[in-house]
């Protein structure tokens, strides 16, 4: 059965750095649009950053482009989160979700988005 699995996440101070991972059990997520989501302790998700299947990178509404990145290593089959200079209100559990194989771009709706891993959580605090 397909699952993506996040690691990464733990407890920073802020100005402090983050890399996630999002890797797979079952198939090749090379082929794959995938993005990163978050959602805060009585929040609503929210999207961080997507990557289509071609590489090409999305920005939601509200992207820390500043601040955040994403990348995609094909070899480890894997898709990363960069997360830099965080701040307290990034505290957050981080999930990858990707959309089906024949969606080649990404969507700001995370209802587009069908496979989900269990989330990594962040938290930034002094």
């Known amino acids: 059965q397909a699952q993506l699995v996040e690691s990464g996440g733990g407890s920073v101070q802020p100005g402090g750095s983050l890399r996630l991972s999002c890797s797979t059990l079952g198939f090749n997520l090379d082929y794959y649009t995938v993005a990163w989501f978050r959602q805060a302790p009585g929040k609503e998700r929210e999207g961080v950053l997507c990557?289509?299947?071609?590489?090409?990178?999305?920005y939601f509404p509200n992207s820390k482009k500043d601040r955040f990145t994403i990348s995609r290593d094909k070899a480890k089959n894997t898709v990363y989160l960069q997360l830099n200079s965080l701040k307290p209100e990034d505290t957050a559990v981080y999930y990858c979700a990707t959309r089906p194989p024949y969606e080649y771009q990404c969507s700001n709706y995370d209802t587009e988005y069908d496979l989900w891993g269990q989330g990594t959580q962040v938290t930034v605090s002094s």
């Open positions: 990557m289509s299947s071609g590489d090409t990178i999305s």
